[in-house]
T-cell receptor
Framework: AQSVAQPEDQVNVAEGNPLTVKCTYSVSGNPYLFWYVQYPNRGLQFLLKYITGDNLVKGSYGFEAEFNKSQTSFHLKKPSALVSDSALYFCAVRDSYYTDKLIFGTGTRLQVFP | DTAVSQTPKYLVTQMGNDKSIKCEQNLGHDTMYWYKQDSKKFLKIMFSYNNKELIINETVPNRFSPKSPDKAHLNLHINSLELGDSAVYFC?????????????FGPGTRLTVL
């Protein structure tokens, strides 16, 4: 069965510092991995995805994520955080064997302090 | 131009009533979804349709009935509303059912059952 875990409910970081939001997954086949961001009272917005190829994926707003197959992780990173990055971040996975369903993590609230 | 739109944005109703939420996408996508986000922000798939055909029907009470009149629309009708139905409901769409396609989300409908 496919699953995804976001071990941190909240991540706090000072503006200008690097940020990392963690995600680990479990699938039977190959993983299709996604990051989405949700701003208050808004729908989810797609940030980036890993399907195949280069393990480092670059996305919107300066975010990137690194796929690590041995650690079954897909952590979201940004070199320099902005206050406007404060939002709820969701990792999601689809199993290449069961491609109909996208499973979301429980979300991590990122708080960037000025 | 709004890619995925939902109406209404807010819905407040009494227990036992029947209500509908409408969703439309102008992206030309083949697949549409309904998700439920509870008060703890957990996001769970309810239904997906591909070219008007039901693909995913999670363990959702049969008081919930999706209807897809065409591939640009996916409506959600809820009978005999209960307190536990209070949540934010998101519609989403993707180009096709294949696992590597990202999903585009609507702004959500906040349903409050009194």
């Amino acid at each position: 069965a496919q699953s995804v875990a976001q071990p941190e409910d909240q991540v706090n970081v000072a503006e200008g510092n690097p940020l990392t939001v963690k995600c680990t997954y479990s699938v039977s086949g190959n993983p299709y991995l996604f990051w989405y961001v949700q701003y208050p009272n808004r729908g989810l917005q797609f940030l980036l995805k890993y399907i195949t190829g280069d393990n480092l994926v670059k996305g919107s707003y300066g975010f990137e994520a690194e796929f690590n197959k041995s650690q079954t992780s897909f952590h979201l990173k940004k070199p320099s955080a902005l206050v406007s990055d404060s939002a709820l971040y969701f990792c999601a996975v689809r199993d290449s064997y069961y491609t109909d369903k996208l499973i979301f993590g429980t979300g991590t609230r990122l708080q960037v302090f000025p | 131009d709004t890619a995925v739109s939902q109406t209404p944005k807010y819905l407040v109703t009494q227990m036992g009533n029947d209500k509908s939420i409408k969703c439309e996408q102008n992206l030309g996508h083949d697949t549409m979804y309904w998700y439920k986000q509870d008060s703890k922000k957990f996001l769970k798939i309810m239904f997906s349709y591909n070219n008007k055909e039901l693909i995913i029907n999670e363990t959702v009470p049969n008081r919930f009935s999706p209807k897809s009149p065409d591939k640009a629309h996916l409506n959600l009708h809820i009978n005999s509303l209960e307190l536990g139905d209070s949540a934010v409901y998101f519609c989403a769409s993707s180009q096709e059912l294949a696992g590597h396609n990202e999903q585009f989300f609507g702004p959500g409908t906040r349903l409050t059952v009194l």
